[in-house]
């Protein structure tokens, strides 16, 4: 047995600061990263991960990160897209949103019908089917921990987590490679770009201008923590009323709902009291959150636990990538309508169909830093991909354990 290693919080949270440094420079070195809009965290959260599985495989040393710094790092960037929400946005949102969430729900049948039927084609045990579908890709591993163990009950299938745990992984580096370039390729295709309008919610340039809400200094950025930190302690106070009504949400979306509602009240109320809502300095949290949180994921992931599951699947996982990108090319972006933000929600949709909510909010961002902004994006894809299909999802997978 390999020794272990663990990393300790604030080792972790300074490795990743320096993994995201490393992912910036290599972007910079090689062009096509940067052209491909792939993350800086995720190219250097994808070298540190193959570096720990060096150090497993050569050195026999299992490192493992403390990821608490992570968890309230995807509250923080989570709190501020709702503290951006207007309801102005929300009403024009209405009709995108109900469209996303019902190609959501197609894409999550096809998906599970690719994953059973490639895993019946190779021979692989009839449980197999659902983890290398909607359990591990559309709900990730959350979903995978959760179901995994029904999965291995029913099926009598020992491996399940370790088989939903790979698959999930794999998808999550597939989703973060692919989003850029798909929403690259569109926005090239037809010519699209942000109106440059809206001031940014996240994904700040390299070298920003003035905006609305002046620059960014330590009083403004000192007003945003605080309102972030309020409006996080506040849903974790309602975290028990929610689970009352029944519903099974993830903390994230409490704050995102509780912060959407704070902001379109307080400002009214009282419109003297400084509020960090779409200024430079909320985006600049947010970035900083996205960015540091990719960066722990990525280089937390144990890569040697894919070994021994060979090729069956890779061969699955590719043909549901080929899948998710012909549906989002010929499918997601005609029916958002082909514009400049329906290019970004094919970056995020990707993160929908293969990886995790933070990563297609990863791979918009790339998008938007380069070409503008696209507030309503990241208004309506998190309400679908983090709360919406989960509830489908839920249904899709006891459907299949059936």
């Known amino acids: 047995m390999p020794a272990t290693f663990e990393v300790s919080g604030l080792l972790s949270f ?54 608490n710094a992570r968890d309230m790092l995807l509250l923080y960037f989570f709190t501020g897209i709702g503290l951006n929400a207007r309801v102005s946005d929300l009403a024009t949102g209405g009709k995108p949103l109900v469209i996303l969430l019902l190609l959501t729900v197609v894409y999550l049948v096809l998906q599970n019908v690719v994953a059973v039927g490639g895993a019946a084609v190779l021979g692989l045990p009839y449980g197999v089917g659902p983890l290398l579908g909607s359990v591990s890709l559309v709900g990730g591993h959350g979903t995978t921990i959760a ?17 939903g745990i790979a698959s999930a992984t794999l998808g999550l580096v597939i989703a973060s490679l692919v989003g850029g370039p798909v929403a690259g390729l569109l926005i090239s295709r037809f010519n699209l770009r942000g109106t440059g309008d809206d001031a940014p919610m ?71 009291l400084p509020w960090p809502a779409r200024t430079p300095a909320l985006a600049l949290v947010s970035d900083l959150s996205l960015k540091i949180f990719l960066a722990m994921s990525l280089m937390s992931m144990q890569l040697w636990t894919l070994g021994g599951l060979g090729p069956a699947l890779g061969t699955v996982l590719a ?12 499918v997601v972006f005609p029916a958002m309508g082909r514009t400049y933000q329906a290019a970004v929600l094919a970056a995020g949709f990707t993160g929908i169909s293969l990886g995790a909510t933070p990563t297609a909010i990863a791979n918009m961002t790339a998008v938007t830093r380069t070409h503008g902004p696209a507030p309503i994006a990241f208004i309506i894809l998190p309400l679908v991909s983090a709360f919406f299909i989960d509830i489908a999802n839920a249904i899709a997978i006891g459907f299949m354990l059936r």
Request: aromatic residues 8%; charged residues 10%; proline residues 6%.
């Open 14 to 67: 300074t490795i990743a600061i320096l993994v995201y440094f490393l992912g910036a420079g290599l972007n910079e070195i090689i062009t096509p990263l940067k052209r491909w809009n792939i993350p800086e965290a995720v190219t250097g959260g994808i070298i540190a991960a193959l570096a720990t599985l060096f150090a497993y495989k050569v050195l026999g040393l299992a490192v493992t990160f403390d990821l």
């Open 202 to 272: 996240v994904g700040l340039p390299d070298t920003p201008a003035e905006s609305e809400g002046g620059s960014v200094n330590y009083k403004n950025i000192l007003v945003t923590i605080l309102a972030l930190n309020i409006v996080i302690i506040i849903a974790y106070a309602l975290e028990g009323v929610v689970e009352k009504t029944g519903l099974k949400l993830p903390m994230f979306v409490v704050c995102m709902l509780v912060a959407i509602v704070i902001t379109n009240i307080l400002p009214k109320v009282a419109p003297r």
């Open 147 to 163: 179901w995994a163990p029904l999965i291995a009950q029913r099926f009598d299938l020992p491996n399940a987590l370790e088989i």
């Open 319 to 330: 043909l549901q990538t080929l899948v998710a990108v012909a549906y989002i090319l010929f």
